[in-house]
């Protein structure tokens, strides 16, 4: 009995790593009505540039032309500001929370970013830097240390309407 579940063993072993009939398809499937079976061209690639930028030919500004571009939107939110205290934590960008500056934690702009925050009730607004992920409570789209929280006075009912705008992005 040993010896047959040996030897059946030893042929499944065998025939996986014989491939086990397994084939490849050797044809390159067919294009579809308007689609191109081939990979997209290779972005152009300016060799005078020291850092040889590297561009996808929709983003590529002539020489010249820079400076008559306009500036891209800008990004803003509206929604729900909450602010917090932690008093022994960690943000998640690794530096310790301060609740006397004026920073703020937001899912998805870049640690570093500087963003204006109004409280739409009273008008007031606050500049402050994104150094933490949050908040994490639906419907809510920043939240702000106290010292922020303060400045566009939303301390005391702990939630506020804000307007978010980035004022830049590290």
């Known amino acids: 009995m040993k010896n047959r579940k040996h030897i059946v063993r030893v042929c499944l072993a065998a025939a996986f790593l014989a491939g086990g009939g397994c084939t490849w398809p050797t044809k390159r499937p067919a294009a579809a009505a308007g689609f191109s079976v081939y990979p997209p061209p290779e972005p152009a690639v300016f060799p005078q540039n020291e850092a040889a930028a590297v561009l996808p030919?929709?983003?590529?500004?002539?020489?010249?032309?820079?400076?008559?571009?306009?500036?891209?939107?800008?990004?803003?939110?509206?929604?729900?500001?909450?602010?917090?205290?932690?008093?022994?934590?960690r943000t998640a960008s690794g530096e310790r929370y301060d609740r006397a500056d004026y920073t703020a934690a937001h899912r998805?702009?870049?640690?570093?970013a500087r963003v204006r925050v109004r409280n739409t009730t009273n008008g007031e607004s606050v500049m402050v830097r994104i150094n933490d992920r949050g908040p994490f409570v639906r419907g809510r789209i920043i939240d702000l240390s106290e010292a922020a929280a303060k400045k566009i006075g939303m301390v005391s009912p702990g939630l506020a309407p804000v307007e978010i705008e980035v004022v830049s992005l590290p």
Not at 61 to 78: K, S
Not at 108 to 112: A, D, E, K, M, Q
Request: net charge negative; glycine share 8%.
């Open 57 to 89: 030919m929709d983003q590529i500004i002539p020489p010249g032309d820079a400076e008559e571009q306009e500036a891209p939107p800008p990004i803003r939110q509206i929604g729900i500001a909450s602010w917090y205290v932690h008093v022994t934590r």
């Open 108 to 112: 998805t702009l870049p640690f570093g």
